[in-house]
C-alpha cells in the first residue's frame, strides 16, 4: 500500500500484547481502511487479531474487508441475504449466527469438513420448523461420524421436528439452548439428547400439536444421567408448576438456575421442598425473580440451605417494579 512506512508511530510505544487487544475492539472495517497499512508492524499484529464479523449489508467496502479478514474470523454473525457468501472460506470459524436465509450450498457448508473449528451455531427465528434446517443440519449432522469434536453449542428458538422423526442423538453437543419450548418438548429432547451436558431454555404454554401428543408416552419412563447444568426461564401461568415434574428425570443435576415472575411465599418454600426431595445431588441454586416486592423476605432466608447465602438486588424499572435477585452458592 501506499501509504506504508517505516516510521514508527506513538501508538508503536505500546507494546505488541497491548496494541493486539486494542485492535480487538475496533469493528474490522475501520480496522482495514484506517489503521491497515500506516506501518509494517501494525499492519502485522493486524494480521493477528482474531475477528468478530458483523455482515450487516453487502457494500463493496464490507465485501472486500470480509474476504482479507476471512482466516481470522472466528465469530460471523449474518444478520441479511447474502447468496454470494461462501461460507468455505472461514476455515477458522468458531460461532456462526444466521438470521437470514441461506441458500443449500450454504448450508451445505455448515460442516466438519468445510469448518472444522466451529463450536457454536446460532440460528434466529425465521428457522422456526423449516424443513432446511432438520434435513440439512440435523439429519445430516445425526448420521457423522459422532466422535467428532466439532459442534458443542446449538441455540435455536425452538425445538425442530428432526426430534420428533429420529431417535438418534448429535452425541458430540454438549449444551442446548431454546428460546421457547412448550413444557412437553423438555422431555422429547431430553430422552434423544442422552448425552447433553448443559440445556437452557424458556418455557411457554400453548396447546401441542399431534405429533408431539403422540409421542409423549414413550419419553415419560427415562432417567437423563449426563446433564449438570440446567437454566429454565418459567413464562408460564403456572409458575413453576411444570418445573417440578422435569427435575425427576435429572437424577445427576449440579447446577440449576430459575427465572420467574411473582412468586409468593407459597412458592418458594414448595420449590425448597420439590429441590431437596426430586434432586439430591444438587450443589449450587441460583434463581431471579421480578416482582413488586418479597414477602416476608427474612423468611425466605430461612428456608435453609437453599436460599442460605441469600442476597436481594433491588433496581427500579419501568412500570415501578423491582427486580429482585435470590442466589445460593454452595448448598
Request: a positive charge.
Amino acid at each position: 500500500m501506499e501509504k506504508m512506512n517505516s516510521k514508527p508511530s506513538r501508538l508503536e510505544i505500546l507494546p505488541d500484547e497491548l496494541i493486539l487487544d486494542l485492535f480487538s475492539y475496533i469493528p474490522s472495517i475501520e480496522l482495514y481502511y484506517t489503521w491497515y497499512g500506516l506501518n509494517r508492524r501494525l499492519s502485522a499484529i493486524i494480521r493477528s487479531v482474531k475477528i468478530s464479523f458483523e455482515l450487516n449489508d453487502n457494500t463493496e467496502r464490507t465485501i472486500h474487508t470480509l474476504n482479507y479478514f476471512s482466516s481470522q474470523i472466528i465469530r460471523l454473525h449474518v444478520r441479511n441475504c447474502f447468496d454470494n457468501l461462501d461460507l468455505r472460506c472461514f476455515s477458522n470459524l468458531r460461532s456462526l449466527i444466521i438470521d437470514t436465509k441461506l441458500t443449500s450450498d450454504q448450508l451445505h457448508a455448515i460442516h466438519p469438513s468445510a469448518l472444522p473449528h466451529l463450536k457454536r451455531l446460532t440460528f434466529s427465528e425465521w428457522w422456526i420448523d423449516r424443513e432446511p434446517l432438520n434435513s440439512i443440519i440435523f439429519t445430516q449432522h445425526s448420521s457423522e461420524n459422532q466422535s467428532m469434536t466439532w459442534l458443542k453449542v446449538y441455540h435455536i428458538p425452538t425445538m425442530p421436528s428432526y426430534f420428533l422423526r429420529h431417535y438418534q442423538p448429535l452425541s458430540y453437543v454438549h449444551t442446548m439452548i431454546f428460546d421457547r419450548v412448550h413444557p412437553c418438548n423438555i422431555n422429547i429432547i431430553l430422552s434423544v439428547q442422552t448425552l447433553l451436558r448443559r440445556l437452557k431454555l424458556t418455557v411457554v404454554r400453548w396447546m401441542p400439536d399431534d405429533g408431539l401428543s403422540k409421542i409423549l408416552p414413550s419419553v415419560r419412563q427415562y432417567q437423563h444421567t449426563s446433564l449438570v447444568h440446567l437454566d429454565v426461564t418459567m413464562n408460564t401461568w403456572d409458575k413453576l408448576d411444570d418445573l417440578y415434574p422435569i427435575l425427576s428425570h435429572l437424577s445427576c443435576l449440579k447446577h440449576l438456575h430459575v427465572t420467574c415472575d411473582s412468586l409468593t411465599m407459597n412458592d418458594l418454600k414448595r420449590l425448597a421442598i420439590e429441590l431437596h426431595t426430586r434432586v439430591p445431588t444438587m450443589k449450587r441454586f441460583t434463581c431471579s425473580f421480578r416482582q413488586t416486592y418479597v414477602e416476608n423476605i427474612k423468611t425466605v432466608q430461612c428456608l435453609s440451605p437453599l436460599f442460605r447465602c441469600m442476597r436481594c438486588t433491588k433496581v427500579q424499572w419501568e412500570g415501578g417494579w423491582h427486580y429482585y435477585c435470590v442466589t445460593t452458592n454452595d448448598i
